[in-house]
């Protein structure tokens, strides 16, 4: 049965789908591939203020079979020059952040040890300081590993659309290429991705426009091969494919238990299967995307569908397909003073109006819920839509920049909400450009009136930057000030910090640079420190026990100079000799005191029962804990070493096993005893050999059961 109202178009059938493309998950060949660029990032200066779009551009590529360092990754920016990758407290800081935006089932995190695993997906942001509010992770489905650029680029890394400011369904401004460079340094291995900027869309799939109705636009690069770029805008977001299921098409009809209906549907974003369920029929193929159903003779109107998507995280996303009536309007569902709106019921033979009125199409003048009963051979089924009383336009102004105005400079000013525009200084544009601070009004009308809105443009003035350290500015050895900016928006320190604030902990001048919408101003302070640093040299460092060391103390000169032997005994003198005789590991540590500040300096002395070979270690790439007695647990193979100390984590980079000595073994189960699963796990270790080596070694280690 098909019964059409008159409104928003609501068909018998009505799908509600929201999933999409299956995505597999393919690692590269070669060390790279670039996937998409955000090209036009979203700035929001309410909850960034002094935001830069150069602070929020995205680039997501994929990393290939070898697993890569923060430093063996360089850009080649289209605009703007490369100024590293940097992971620290405040990238911690901006990735918990956007972890918070997820509403979906994805998951952000840093590179442990700043290592990105192979295979991995990455997105690389163009600045550590960048707006989290404006550039949101809503919609992701899929774990990311997030890799920040060092600050100081705030303009663009690339080129926003060359077209006009008019909106055209095709593009005007003339072919204009942008080439973005991925290298990754250890082979000179790179990947190249170009796009047109005359290509690029805005948020309508159309082309030119305002600034605000171009964000998000971004390049999409297919891979492997020559890669083939695409253009989408999916708004303020990060870019990232949002997963939807959407139903493409649906043919046939249901009727007392008989009938087939064809059942064409897709999916965007990643997806591991999908399961069609619902109804007493049958349906052909319930794991396909393109399947039909044959109503069952328990069938009753409405038959509801449902198809899920499962995600790479197991998270469902469904929809449902369901037999209904539709009404469609002849005008708009929201009405001024005094109009009305013919509805039409469509779809079925006979119709019954909740004022009971049986005609096809009614008019109504007042706002309200209005309801229609279809009946056809195959039964009844009910639509209703909601017709809604419009009032005068709602009008604002949107600024394009600062409402706060340097001599000499100007701002743009955007009225909305209305059909057409007056402005105080009988300007009948959308927009107006204004130079001077001001109260700036602005009357719009629509079909059921007028409605006004003022903006206040004031007067700016340039940053007068000032330094106040929260203490002393001479400092003993390990102390450190905080040294706070005031005066400006924005600041960047002389050692490429951006906060208020830093922590100086070495002597020297500090300046910083103030910025604010106006310009800039700089300032400097000096932090001075007391030198006395400690420092010794032993006469051997190894050797059997009893093992004499002399100690030779090569500070500076010390009021007080003592010594500890890590448990073995003490002393006063400047440079004692100590025989220590028990075998053992001994963290030998002077400390000096001169004028009110200390300083301290320690050594490692190796003591062994007798002279051993030289020391080694082996880290296994794979055990299998299933409980045949072989390779059953994780465990390192060495020889003479002294100390060991072995983190593993697994791909969230949560910390899951330790070992703490050589003899030691993981036995493939978490800190709360829970087996851990399949898959790769990365370790970081540190250990000394008995012969004086040290090692620092990471890498991945494959678990299967």
């Not at 409104?7 to 591939?33: F, G, M």
């Not at 007056?422 to 602005?442: A, E, F, M, N, R």
Request: with cysteine; glycine share 10%.
């Amino acid at each position: 049965m098909k019964i059409t109202t008159s409104a928003s178009r609501i068909t018998l059938l009505t799908l509600a789908l929201s999933c999409a493309i299956a995505v597999e998950a393919q690692i590269p060949t070669k060390c790279l591939e670039i996937e998409r660029i955000l090209v036009d990032a979203c700035i929001d200066l309410n909850a960034c203020p002094g935001g830069q779009e150069g602070q929020n551009e995205m680039v997501s590529f994929r990393t290939g079979p070898q697993a890569t360092a923060l430093t063996e990754l360089e850009a080649d920016w289209p605009n703007n020059s490369w100024n590293g990758l940097v992971q620290n407290a405040m990238t911690a800081t901006t990735t918990a952040t956007l972890n918070a935006t997820i509403t979906a089932c994805g998951h952000l995190l840093e590179p442990p040890g700043g290592i990105i695993p192979p295979g991995s997906r990455v997105l690389l942001i163009t600045s550590t300081t960048m707006c989290a509010a404006a550039n949101p992770f809503t919609n992701l489905t899929d774990t990311l590993y997030l890799v920040f650029q060092s600050p100081g680029n705030i303009s663009g890394h690339f080129a926003n659309h060359n077209n006009g400011s008019t909106i055209s369904p095709t593009p005007s401004g003339g072919s204009a290429p942008r080439t973005l460079i991925l290298t990754y340094l250890p082979t000179a291995c790179s990947d190249t991705a170009t796009y047109d900027r005359e290509l690029l869309t805005n948020v309508l799939g159309t082309y030119g426009g305002t600034s605000a109705e171009n964000d998000g636009a971004t390049a999409a690069f297919s891979w492997p091969g020559v890669p083939q770029v695409s253009y989408v805008n999916f708004g303020c977001q990060a870019p990232i494919v949002p997963t939807e299921v959407l139903v493409d098409q649906v043919t046939g009809s249901l009727c007392g238990g008989t009938g087939t209906v064809q059942l064409v549907t897709s999916v965007t974003g990643p997806y591991t299967s999908v399961q069609w369920s619902g109804g007493t029929g049958v349906i052909s193929d319930p794991t396909s995307l393109s399947t039909s159903y044959t109503a069952g003779p328990n069938d009753v109107d409405p038959v509801v569908l449902t198809l899920c998507a499962t995600l790479a995280c197991g998270d469902p996303v469904c929809t449902t397909v369901t037999l209904t009536v539709s009404i469609t309007p002849d005008g708009p569902t929201t009405l001024c003073p005094g109009e009305s709106v013919t509805l039409t019921a469509g779809g079925a033979d006979t119709y019954l109006w909740g004022d009971q009125q049986t005609t096809a199409s009614i008019s109504v003048s007042i706002a309200g819920t209005y309801t229609v009963t279809g009946t056809n051979a195959c039964g009844s089924s009910d639509a209703q839509i909601t017709i809604t009383t419009a009032s005068g336009p709602a009008v604002a102004i949107t600024p394009n920049g600062p409402t706060t105005l340097c001599p000499g400079e100007s701002v743009v000013l955007t009225a909305s909400g209305a059909d057409s525009y007056l402005w105080d200084d009988q300007q009948t544009s959308t927009s107006i450009t204004v130079t001077q601070p001001g109260t700036y009004g602005v009357t719009g009308t629509n079909g059921c009136g007028q409605g006004n809105a003022q903006i206040i443009i004031t007067a700016g003035s340039l940053p007068a930057v000032s330094i106040t350290p929260d203490g002393s500015t001479t400092l003993c050895p390990g102390e450190s000030v905080t040294l706070t900016a005031s005066g400006a928006s924005t600041y960047l320190w002389s050692n490429q910090q951006t906060g208020a604030s830093i922590t100086a902990s070495a002597t020297g001048t500090y300046s910083v640079t103030g910025t604010n919408g106006c310009g800039q101003d700089n300032t400097s302070i000096e932090v001075d420190a007391i030198d006395l640093s400690a420092s010794f040299t032993p006469s051997v460092t190894t050797g059997t026990a009893p093992l004499t060391v002399v100690f030779t103390n090569t500070s500076d000169p010390a009021d007080v100079n003592s010594w500890d032997f890590d448990g073995d005994g003490s002393s006063l003198l400047t440079s004692p000799t100590h025989t220590f005789n028990e075998a053992g590991v001994y963290t030998v540590v002077l400390t000096i005191t001169a004028q009110g500040c200390t300083a301290a300096a320690e050594a490692t002395i190796v003591v062994a029962a007798e002279l051993l070979g030289a020391s080694s270690i082996t880290v296994p790439n794979v055990f299998s804990p299933n409980g045949d007695r072989v390779n059953d647990q994780l465990m390192v193979l060495s020889e003479n070493l002294t100390t060991l100390s072995m983190l593993i984590y697994n791909r969230w980079g949560e910390k899951v096993g330790e070992l703490r000595t050589a003899k030691d073994a993981w036995d493939a189960r978490t800190f709360s005893g829970e087996p851990a699963p399949d898959g790769t796990y990365f370790y970081v270790l540190n250990a000394t050999g008995a012969d004086g080596l040290s090692y620092d070694l990471s890498g991945a280690i494959t678990l299967i059961r």
